[in-house]
């Protein structure tokens, strides 16, 4: 037995340091998605650009399954639309190099299931050249439809949208009156 832990502790130091770095920011990050905390980047959030993408395959599959494909990814970006307006979140006018809200449906390759990405990202710069801006995602979130139907897909990103929304709430608290 103290062979094998000698070995392990072997090839956990062959690792490249990337590779260590990398592995504790995703346990980082997702011990942050655990906790119950407001998120600053959405704080006073109040304009933001949509975009949507429904891949190929996933067309395919739902024109196989017989389901009403007609525009969903324009379906999609209204039913977004509509529920960030309700909240105050404005979608017209938004600046090209503003913050961005990117909705993606995809097959997950790890479960071969349908997969609704919901993700907010930014423009950001670096500290040290404010000159060097680059696009980064923020908050992001995945779900899963219950069936490979187009309601279903909808019915996904609207329990996505609302994680959203309700992460933002908690980032802008209301005005004392």
């Given at each position: 037995?103290?062979?094998d ?43 933001v ?7 190929l395959?996933?067309t ?9 494909t007609?525009?969903?990814s324009?379906?999609?970006?209204h ?13 017209a ?14 097959t ?25 801006r ?8 995945t ?7 187009a ?27």
């Amino acid at each position: 037995m103290r062979r094998d832990k000698i070995e392990r502790m072997r090839r956990f130091r062959k690792l490249p340091a990337v590779a260590l770095v990398v592995m504790l920011l995703m346990l980082s990050f997702g011990g942050a998605a655990l906790a119950k905390r407001p998120y600053p980047a959405l704080k006073g959030l109040d304009k933001v650009r949509i975009s949507s993408t429904v891949s190929l395959g996933v067309t395919n599959q739902l024109f196989r399954n017989k389901a009403p494909t007609l525009d969903l990814s324009g379906q999609l970006k209204h039913l977004a639309e509509t529920k960030l307006h309700e909240v105050g979140v404005s979608t017209a006018n938004a600046p090209e190099q503003g913050p961005k809200l990117s909705i993606a449906v995809d097959t997950d390759m790890a479960t071969d299931e349908l997969a609704v990405t919901l993700t907010y990202s930014d423009w950001v710069s670096l500290v040290r050249d404010p000159a060097v801006r680059f696009e980064t995602p923020l908050w992001s979130r995945t779900g899963h439809p219950k069936t490979d139907e187009a309601s279903s897909i909808k019915e996904a990103l609207d329990d996505l949208l609302d994680r959203f929304i309700a992460d933002r709430m908690e980032s802008t608290p209301p005005p004392r009156s």
